[in-house]
């Protein structure tokens, strides 16, 4: 089964920007999608269709993908970022989904 | 606007089957533009898709789980359920409504606040 891997964890100073990495083999074939939980709520899409922003996300979340990684980066961080974020890709052929481990972003 | 909410059993016991319901308010699950899902979370752990249905009733299972899962509509109630027997420890989760667009199906644009199963003697 296809694989999303990233990393556990990841710190960023307010004002500072944080990337996080979603590793899969030969992600850029899929449409990749970007996910904010903060705890005890549901997932809040951010990325979707590899960098485009739902209305109402700011500008500072941004994606891309290259090779076998997707990054998602948060620009100018400030403490309301700090959340899990999972990256999910489609996977076209089968037509289901497969989540990324999830990253703990921790705002200093 | 779309709005989707869960309602299940909160505890199960092992070797039986779980059902939730999904209730579904400013579209129809007749619709044909949207995909109906489920996603769920074990404790303290990531996400997991488990399945989706479409117009007239079109099913997509999560291959790890589809000898366990039945998903259905009711168009009376304008609602859907997912079905999983055979439940053990490892299905305690948190399980979500998740809406797809069928414009675009490649992402999760709706989620439900979930309801927490646990499956227990």
């Known amino acids: 089964s296809y694989v999303l891997t990233q990393p556990p964890s990841v710190s960023v100073a307010p004002g500072e920007t944080a990337t996080v990495a979603c590793g899969g083999d030969n992600i850029g074939e899929n449409t990749v999608h970007w996910y904010q939980q903060k705890p005890g709520q549901a997932p809040v899409l951010v990325i979707y269709y590899d960098g485009d922003r739902p209305s109402g996300i700011p500008e500072r979340f941004s994606g891309s993908t290259s090779g076998d990684t997707a990054t998602l980066t948060i620009s100018t961080v400030e403490a309301g970022d700090e959340a899990d974020y999972y990256c999910?890709?489609?996977?076209?052929?089968?037509?289901?989904?497969?989540f990324g481990t999830g990253t703990k972003v921790t705002v200093l | 606007q779309l709005q989707v909410q869960e309602s299940g059993p909160g505890l199960v016991k092992p070797s039986e089957t779980l059902s939730l319901t999904c209730s579904v308010s400013g579209a129809s699950v007749s619709s044909s533009d949207f995909y109906w899902g489920w996603i769920r979370q074990s404790p303290g752990k990531g996400l997991e898709w488990i399945a989706k249905?479409?117009?007239?009733?079109?099913?997509y299972y999560n291959p790890s789980l589809q000898s366990r899962v039945t998903m259905s509509v009711d168009t009376a109630k304008n609602r859907y359920s997912l079905s999983l027997k055979s439940v053990t420890a490892a299905d305690t989760a948190l399980y979500f409504c998740?809406?797809?667009?069928?414009?675009?199906?490649?992402?999760?644009?709706?989620w439900g606040q979930g309801s927490l199963v646990i499956v227990s003697s």
């Open positions: 999910q890709v489609w996977d076209t052929a089968r037509d289901h989904y497969v």
């Open positions: 249905i479409f117009f007239r009733g079109v099913t």
């Open positions: 998740a809406i797809n667009t069928a414009a675009r199906p490649g992402h999760f644009h709706l």
